[in-house]
């Protein structure tokens, strides 16, 4: 087995060396030794970092991904958290679907003022209750706060 130094990992994975040594860090990837200050590589490093830069195309934390490979390097990913990431990403491309549709929608529409566009306003209500959605999931701060600290 022929080791790959971090620039022939970079070049053949176009991930920057910046990203390899993060990675190395995080136990993502691991080096197996170096040859001056260059780290060097087993080359099925090339294939985990397919894998990683697949995980993090579906949106997964580092960590989430770093999770699911097992203790012997190889991978070990959770269908169901595949299957519930699949369903997160199909409800995501509804809603860009259906913006990009009442989008071409405005810029197309007769109407003299787009604010009197029914699927503008539209579009306006379903922006607004999607504020207020975030709004109230978002976390509220822990610990004392202007407001309450008078």
């Known amino acids: 087995m022929k080791l790959i130094d971090i620039a022939e990992v970079a070049r053949r994975s176009g991930v920057p060396a910046s990203t390899l040594r993060f ?3 995080k136990g993502l990837i691991v080096s197996v030794g170096r ?4 780290r060097l590589f087993d080359p099925g490093v090339i294939e985990r970092l397919s894998l990683i830069a697949l995980g993090r195309n579906a949106g997964f934390s580092l960590e989430e991904i770093g999770a699911m490979f097992g203790p012997d390097g190889g991978p070990r990913i959770d269908r169901m958290q595949l299957a519930a990431r699949a369903e997160e990403l ?3 491309i509804r809603k860009l679907i259906a913006l990009r549709d009442g989008l071409r929608h405005a810029a197309e529409c007769p109407a003299p003022s787009h604010m009197e566009c029914p699927t503008f306003q539209r579009m306006l209500r379903l922006a607004r209750a999607d504020q ?3 709004r109230r999931h978002r976390p509220q701060p822990s610990g004392p ?3 309450n600290s008078r």
Do not use: F
């Not at 040859?35 to 260059?38: D, E, K, L, S, V």
């Open 23 to 25: 990675y190395d860090e």
């Open 35 to 38: 040859q001056g200050m260059r």
């Open 90 to 92: 199909g409800r995501t």
């Open 132 to 134: 207020a959605r975030k």
């Open 145 to 147: 706060t202007l407001a």
